[in-house]
């Protein structure tokens, strides 16, 4: 052993063997199939945000006399600042779609059944927290669209039974959009979802390290095939490849759509089209149907039943006895979500 590695070793006991060990996790043939690995790129998709927000951060001012133009500086004049906004605005569109399609594939392979309840839970809490980013996010813009987003969620809050005024106030430092609101908003955004989430993605593939990931098997596989290959270096290589793959496609949708400046919020003028981002579609045309107080209820309804989810249907299978009623639920629950979004995205109101 070399002068700096016996160095290494006696501060750090640890032999290549043992980190092969360590890190080498039989990997299910069939992840071999990028659907059935999505997960990797929620995560891989969360550290391009890390390191393109921190770059952001270092320009933008979080007040909302200054949030605007701190944005437009970065955007105009700031080297590659363009470009490192539009990785970070595109990388959380395409985090948001990774996150529900990776749920989508869990869901329609029953993946979440016993023994993985806990991990399906913390996978909706995982959910949330993507979706309270981006949220968040497009909230510190200060353009129209940050200020009366904003104040819509207040008001939607404000619907919830009991506690809907104390969220409304915590959401928006104050009855109504203050100057506290878009430094909150910062705060969530930069600390408190990014942490949560990160401590969460940790639990998430420790639980998916104790059980091990859902065994599948498909017919035209032949029967002599593999069924299991090293996570190290086989399974490493293809989340390299793919991490390669989305980083060109992030750069490509950068330039080619590059993000522009929305006019600026402006508290005396509500907009006579008001938009979330596509991932509210749903929500929104769903609260446009049935009116604040109906929509908030039935969405919470809808969130705590997807928590639950693994025993609803453990109950539904005894019942019917069908094994395959989550994927009859599941069909109409995506025909649902991508009909709501599609209505919201070609009408104006
Ligand atoms: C930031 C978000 C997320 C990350 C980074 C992530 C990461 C991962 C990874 C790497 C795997 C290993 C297998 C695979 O790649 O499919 C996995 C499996 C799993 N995930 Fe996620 N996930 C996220 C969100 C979710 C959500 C929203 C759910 C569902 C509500 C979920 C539920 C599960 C379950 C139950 C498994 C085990 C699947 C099996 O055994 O085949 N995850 N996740």
Not at 83 to 106: D, E, P, S
Not at 135 to 150: D, I, K, M, P, R
Not at 154 to 161: S, Y
Request: charged letters at 15%.
């Amino acid at each position: 052993m070399s002068v700096v590695g016996r160095w290494i070793h006696e501060r750090a006991p640890l032999s290549g063997d043992q980190l092969r060990e360590f890190t080498n996790e039989p990997v299910p043939y069939h992840m071999k199939r990028w659907w059935f690995a999505l997960g990797g790129t929620p995560a891989y998709l969360f550290v391009v945000q890390i390191v393109t927000g921190i770059l952001l951060a270092v320009y933008f001012q979080p007040s909302s006399s200054t949030a605007y133009e701190s944005v437009r500086h970065i955007t105009d004049d700031v080297s590659y600042g363009w470009y490192f906004r539009g990785l970070h605005k595109w990388g959380a569109t395409l985090m948001v779609a990774a996150v529900i399609l990776h749920q989508m594939r869990v869901y329609f392979t029953g993946a979440y059944r016993r023994p993985r309840e806990i991990n399906w839970m913390i996978g909706m809490c995982l959910l949330l927290c993507t979706l309270g980013l981006g949220f968040t996010g497009y909230s510190l813009v200060f353009e129209q669209l940050s200020y009366w987003g904003a104040t819509v969620s207040g008001n939607i809050l404000d619907n919830v039974p009991v506690l809907g005024g104390v969220m409304k106030r915590l959401l928006l430092a104050g009855d109504q959009y203050n100057d506290q609101t878009l430094p909150r908003f910062f705060i969530l955004h930069a600390a408190i979802l990014p942490a949560t989430l990160a401590l969460l993605v940790f639990v998430h593939i420790v639980f998916i390290r104790l059980h091990g990931v859902t065994e599948l098997r498909f017919p035209d596989e032949p029967a002599d095939a593999p069924r299991h290959f090293n996570f190290f270096p086989d399974h490493m290589a293809t989340e390299l490849v793919m991490g390669l793959v989305l980083m060109i496609i992030l750069s490509v949708l950068a330039t080619v759509f590059p993000v522009v400046m929305g006019p600026p919020a402006d508290p005396l003028t509500t907009p006579e089209v008001i938009k979330p981002e596509w991932f509210f579609y749903a929500t929104f045309r769903w609260l446009k149907l049935f009116g604040p107080t109906f929509a908030v209820l039935s969405m919470g309804f809808i969130v705590g039943a997807m928590f639950v989810w693994p025993w609803i249907d453990a109950a539904l299978r005894k019942l019917t006895g069908r094994e395959e009623i989550s994927v009859y639920v599941g069909i109409v629950a995506s025909l649902l979500l991508i009909g709501l979004t599609t209505w919201e995205a070609l009408v104006a109101h």
